[in-house]
């Protein structure tokens, strides 16, 4: 099945700072997303994004479909954006629309 | 929030046991998809319905089991309760099965721990 690829699995940032994380897929897909696991818990949509660019205030997002990778950009960083950032994607090939989730990249922010 | 509600929060039962967890998707979407998360294991997709119908089943064991009724809403009947089932269960829903949109849309979670 579809492999999905999250860099880097643990992140150390000052507030204040940007970043970048990534995430590999091993096939064709017709879903991708981005999701925000805060401390309680909660999974929470940032991005749909199965192919090109979107921006929601501090936090864009480029995918890039031919090459299968998509970016997540968080600039400005704030104490809040700590947790774990969750890919996701949807494999073409699948006649499910199930979702398979990456291993995660978890951030903390300091003051 | 998402518009995905899930019932109970947090539930804690004991090794044999069976539980319902329930889950209504947001208002207009058919889809329901049910996911766990656990340590070892990571987000895992379960068991997906549309409009009533199984659509798709992932690693979900046969102790497990699911339905969606006529209002939409979905329950997962998890049976002879194991420890290893203590996890956090997600309930997702999306407006269509198919199209060019099909955005997933989590719920709050319910967390299991079998003692």
């Known amino acids: 099945g579809i492999q999905v690829e999250q860099s880097p699995p643990d992140l150390i940032l000052q507030e204040g700072a940007n970043s970048t994380l990534r995430c590999n897929f091993s096939?064709?897909?017709?879903?991708l997303q981005w999701f925000h696991q805060n401390p309680w818990g909660q999974l929470i949509n940032l991005f749909y994004?199965?192919?090109g660019t979107k921006q929601n205030g501090r936090l864009s997002a480029t995918t890039v479909a031919t090459e299968r990778y998509s970016l997540l950009y968080i600039s400005s960083s704030q104490t809040t954006d700590s947790g774990v950032y969750f890919c996701?994607?949807?494999?073409?090939?699948?006649?499910?629309?199930?979702?398979?989730f990456g291993s995660g990249t978890r951030l903390l922010v300091r003051p | 929030d998402s518009g995905v509600t899930q019932t109970p929060k947090h539930l804690i039962t004991a090794t044999g046991q069976r539980v319902t967890l329930r889950c209504s998707p947001r208002?207009?979407?058919?889809?329901v998809y049910w996911y766990q998360q656990s340590l070892d294991q990571g987000l895992q997709f379960l068991i997906q319905?549309?409009?009533?119908?199984?659509?798709a089943k992932g690693n979900i064991l046969e102790r497990f089991s699911a339905q969606q009724f006529p209002d939409l809403h979905s329950e997962l009947n998890l049976s002879s309760l194991e420890l290893g089932d203590s996890a956090l269960y997600f309930c997702?829903?999306?407006?269509?099965?198919?199209?060019?949109?099909?955005?997933?849309?989590f719920g709050p979670g319910t967390r299991l721990t079998v003692l």
């Open positions: 997702a829903s999306s407006p269509r099965e198919r199209g060019a949109y099909n955005e997933q849309f």
């Open positions: 096939d064709s897909v017709n879903n």
């Open positions: 994004i199965p192919s």
């Open positions: 996701a994607v949807g494999p073409r090939m699948d006649s499910s629309y199930k979702l398979i």
């Open positions: 208002s207009g979407d058919l889809s």
């Open positions: 319905y549309y409009n009533g119908e199984e659509r």
